[in-house]
């Protein structure tokens, strides 16, 4: 079964950077649109960024600037870079592959970020 799983996560301190990336077995990920979400502790889960399989991206207004979604495809992964990271940035960051219509998106187990002031 395909899963998906995220990577890169940690601690670091405020105003340093991170880099995630979300990998997979076989094509999932190159074939599909993929997008990364967060969930802080007690909040739901927002979105972030998503890039459709032809590289296309779109970003919450909140994310624009620090956050950069990108394919890698000769590693098959999709990235997340993220600088200048703040406290409230602390969450646990999900990777998804959307599938379409008529089926739900397959998630990532997540990667606990953790930003310290």
């Known amino acids: 079964q395909v899963q998906l799983v995220e990577s890169g996560g940690g601690l670091v301190q405020a105003g340093g950077s991170l880099r995630l990336s979300c990998a997979a077995s076989g094509s999932i990920l190159s074939s599909n649109g993929v997008g990364w979400s967060r969930q802080a502790p007690g909040k739901q889960r927002e979105f972030i960024a998503f890039i459709t399989s032809g590289g296309a991206t779109r970003y919450a207004d909140s994310m624009k600037g620090r956050f950069t979604i990108s394919r890698n495809n000769a590693k098959n992964t999709v990235n997340l870079q993220m600088n200048n990271l703040k406290p409230e940035d602390t969450a646990v960051y999900y990777c998804?592959?959307?599938?379409?219509?008529?089926?739900?998106?397959?998630w990532g187990h997540g990667t606990q970020v953790t930003v310290s002031s």
């Open positions: 998804y592959a959307a599938r379409g219509e008529l089926l739900s998106p397959l």
